[in-house]
């Protein structure tokens, strides 16, 4: 037991009771290591870097090209329809074959013959519009066309089921 004391009181003639000393000990030391704070070295990293590779090494083996994806909107203000490929605009058939064989001579100049064609249009591009997309991408021998899932219904999305 703790502050207790066995045998004679001659043997022990001052009697210390260090229990509450271990106790404050063990608090401070708590309170120190929870209150200790290692210094961070912010921005710096110690790296070791190939320098054979990278920026000023060999070319990339595998590039990964995006698939060719044709955006199709309706303009109601136009009464025209708006056509993109993958980003950039396309405002006339001209524009829109040019940006097609762009995108085939990547892939091809990466060494893959077969490039996939995505047509995405909106429900309310006439048909006409998306035929004549396809007949471009003939035009450019671009033979791997799929077309994108349909756009939800706008009346169906805000009822509940």
């Excluded at 200790?36 to 070295?41: A, G, R, T």
């Excluded at 909107?73 to 396309?90: F, L, Y």
């Excluded at 001579?105 to 035929?131: H, R, T, Y």
Aim: charged share 25%; glycine share 6%.
């Amino acid at each position: 037991m703790a502050g207790s004391t066995m045998g004679d009181d001659g043997d022990n003639p001052v009697s210390l009771n260090v229990t509450p000393l271990v106790d404050i000990i063990f608090c401070l030391c708590l309170f120190f290591l929870c209150s200790f704070h290692f210094k961070q070295l912010e921005g710096k990293m110690d790296s070791w870097l190939p320098k054979d590779k990278g920026v000023h090494g060999t070319p990339i083996q595998n590039v990964q090209l995006e698939d060719i994806k044709i955006w199709m909107k309706w303009d109601p203000d136009t009464s025209r329809t708006i056509r993109k490929v993958n980003q950039s605009d396309a405002a006339s058939d001209a524009d829109l074959e040019s940006l097609l064989g762009q995108r085939k001579a990547n892939f091809e100049s990466a060494g893959k013959p077969d490039v996939p064609v995505s047509i995405d249009a909106g429900p309310d591009v006439p048909w006409k519009d998306v035929i004549w997309a396809m007949n471009l991408c003939k035009r450019q021998k671009l033979e791997k066309i799929e077309f994108a899932a349909p756009w939800p219904d706008p009346k169906s999305v805000g009822a509940g089921s």
